[in-house]
């Protein structure tokens, strides 16, 4: 594998392109909104990168006391996104770059790394059997379906926890839809502003509406995937951000 991988920064993340949604021109005011996001969190220490080729394979981590996620890890790195897709996969790459992060905690003198997924294969999280094929360890699993992996690099570290507000699995809008969203994807924006409104009218279901402005309120909401997550009638359904389409919406709450 010849791998030439790009970390992004403010001063060059307007001319280099973040991945997803990049061909999507529906997505475009999305798109632009993840970029603000980042280059607020580059501050915090935030990282974002990826191969430099027209594709889908990156990584994006940070401090763990940092992160949008309502877990308490101190000293650990939170990993968020990663993704490796179509013809880029079985080429090393998401070694490479897990490595790069590794390398990163390493160096930061950090107690390991965590990251959050389903339990199961959950939407827009990361392959949980890879993570532990990885060496990385569950070391908390939530009845809704999300797990908690932790990789140390210090043995005696605590591990990372789930907060209290994710544990019952409910919201506090207990009729019709509520969905919990950020802009750390460019397409949540765009379908739940336009693709679930209509969704919701067209069932005449009422809709919250929860944007996850700021780091403290990310910190504490009621799901763990703070990227997107939908609940109907006050209880966790998904992460999968297909289901805000009227065509899909059916399926997917009666799937889940």
């Known amino acids: 594998m010849n791998a030439n991988f790009i970390t992004l920064t403010k001063e060059n993340i307007a001319k280099e392109h973040i991945c997803c949604a990049f061909s999507d021109k529906k997505c475009k005011d999305s798109y632009e909104l993840k970029k603000e996001w980042l280059k607020k969190e580059f501050d915090n220490g935030y990282v974002f990168r990826r191969l430099d080729e027209r594709a889908k394979v990156f990584i994006e981590y940070g401090p763990a006391e940092k992160g949008w996620a309502p877990i308490d890890a101190p000293d650990y790195l939170l990993i968020n996104c990663f993704w490796v897709s179509g ?26 790394l965590t990251t959050i997924v389903g339990t199961s294969k959950f939407h827009f999280m990361s392959d ?3 993570f532990l094929r990885q060496g990385f360890e569950t070391c908390e699993t939530l009845p809704h379906g999300f797990s908690l992996l932790v990789k140390k690099l210090n043995p005696q570290a605590e591990n990372p926890t789930f907060r209290e507000s994710v ?27 336009n693709s679930l409104q209509e969704t ?9 509406i929860i944007k996850l402005a700021t780091m403290e309120q990310a910190q504490s909401s009621p ?23 009227d065509s899909r919406f059916d399926k997917v709450v009666k799937t889940e």
């Open 87 to 112: 013809q880029y996969k079985g080429q090393g790459y998401a070694k490479a770059l897990l490595q790069s992060a590794i390398d990163d905690a390493q160096a930061h003198g950090k107690a390991g």
């Open 128 to 130: 949980t059997k890879w």
């Open 167 to 193: 544990k019952s699995s409910e919201c506090e809008h207990k009729q019709g839809i509520a969905v919990y969203y950020s802009n750390r994807c460019p397409f949540t924006e765009y379908h739940i502003n």
């Open 200 to 208: 919701a009218r067209n069932r005449n279901l009422s809709l919250h």
């Open 223 to 245: 799901t763990p995937a703070t990227i997107f997550s939908l609940f109907y009638n006050g209880k966790f359904v998904t992460t999968d951000l297909s289901a805000c389409m």
